[in-house]
């Protein structure tokens, strides 16, 4: 159930991101970007991690909505392309996005690498304060 109910809230940030935000900014321009921000990504977070649609166990990797939102963008757009342009546009649009999805992957990798070496330096940095405060 803790799957299903995860899925939902991505699935809901995703929908509501795509639809909206886009509709705002085109409209609005920059303010209507700001308020997007604030009137999608605010309520969206609520729900999905105050609430506790999305649930991030300890143990596991975290998750955040931006995947989700990402993942939903692309295959919104994907199966739009299918439908109207048939398989090969589809086909075509998946390929654009590879480029993307790389740097993601790479920005995922050094921003974990970045939080794991700052974490064991705090833990190092705690180590030596207890023994410092131990020893005296």
């Known amino acids: 159930m803790k799957f299903?109910?995860?899925?939902?809230g991505y699935m809901f940030a995703g929908m509501i991101v795509?639809?909206?935000?886009?509709w705002?900014?085109?409209?609005?321009?920059m303010l209507g970007g700001f308020a997007g921000a604030i009137l999608i990504i605010g309520p969206m977070w609520f729900m999905?991690?105050?609430v506790g649609l999305i649930q991030?166990?300890?143990?596991?990797?975290?998750?955040?909505?931006?995947?989700?939102?990402?993942?939903?963008?692309?295959?919104?757009?994907?199966?739009?392309?299918?439908?109207?342009?048939?398989s090969a546009a589809a086909g075509e649009l998946f390929v654009d996005t590879l480029p993307t999805w790389g740097l993601v992957?790479?920005?995922?990798?050094?921003?974990?690498?970045?939080?794991a070496?700052?974490?064991k330096d705090m833990a190092k940095k705690a180590q030596e304060d207890a023994y410092e405060k131990t020893a005296a």
């Open 117 to 119: 070496l700052i974490e």
């Open 24 to 29: 705002l900014a085109g409209n609005y321009g």
């Open 4 to 8: 299903f109910r995860s899925t939902l």
């Open 56 to 86: 991030n166990d300890d143990d596991a990797a975290f998750v955040d909505m931006a995947l989700g939102i990402a993942v939903t963008g692309v295959a919104r757009d994907i199966f739009s392309f299918w439908l109207i342009g048939g």
């Open 48 to 50: 999905n991690h105050y």
């Open 18 to 22: 795509m639809t909206v935000w886009g």
């Open 105 to 115: 992957v790479l920005g995922g990798i050094i921003g974990g690498v970045s939080a």
